[in-house]
């Protein structure tokens, strides 16, 4: 089974990713605005109101990932149109009886998270795909800029296509982040050939 090693170590307080998404502001503003129209009680105004003015906050809050999140530009298009279809149906119906109309955000608000998650994590395993370091762009949620993920993909189909990607991954430590010592010698070309995965994980988490 293919497996993936991640090479992105920076951690940050990150607020959401929806938020990143060219339409957000104009959208979410839009339903801020009307919320006080959906709702026969008075109640769920202030309920629905705040849910959405810390959307984005508690987005992060709920998405629990042990890895970066950043989201490729097509991703993050799929999930926000899938977000904002789902607002915009809610939005053309009249008024909704007591609770219904925060206990549906809160629903759109699961699933978004659920999307952003998938949508994070499906990038990564793709890298299984690949054999060595593979690169794709994406956009940081922590600041909405563009960025890049740059993973370590095992998917080798020779043992010479193996020993090419494991030189390139200390080729790449080597430049960016300055830790290859005499320590390294479990990845040193003599030793290659017969390197296992686990073994080359293992040496990599050593160091």
Request: glycine share 4%; hydrophobic share 40%.
């Amino acid at each position: 089974m293919a497996l993936l090693l991640c090479l992105g170590l920076t951690v940050a307080l990150v607020r959401g990713c929806l938020h990143c998404h060219s339409n957000f502001s104009e959208n979410f503003s839009f339903y801020r605005h009307h919320v006080n129209l959906k709702s026969w009680w008075v109640g769920d105004i202030p309920v629905s109101s705040s849910l959405l003015t810390d959307w984005s906050q508690d987005t992060m809050k709920e998405l629990h990932l042990a890895i970066p999140a950043e989201i490729t530009r097509e991703k993050l298009d799929q999930v926000a149109n899938a977000v904002y279809k789902r607002m915009d149906q809610l939005y053309q119906g009249k008024m909704y009886f007591p609770g219904y109309f925060p206990n549906e955000l809160r629903a759109i608000f699961r699933e978004q998270v659920h999307l952003i998650q998938n949508a994070i994590i499906e990038s990564r395993i793709d890298c299984q795909r690949h054999c060595g370091i593979f690169q794709y762009e994406t956009i940081s949620c922590t600041n909405c800029t563009d960025s890049h993920v740059v993973c370590f993909g095992y998917n080798c189909e020779s043992s010479v296509q193996w020993e090419t990607a494991v030189q390139g991954l200390l080729q790449y430590i080597n430049k960016w982040h300055n830790l290859v010592s005499p320590s390294f010698t479990c990845l040193e070309p003599p030793h290659l050939a017969n390197l296992t995965l686990e073994n080359a994980s293992e040496c990599l988490m050593q160091h």
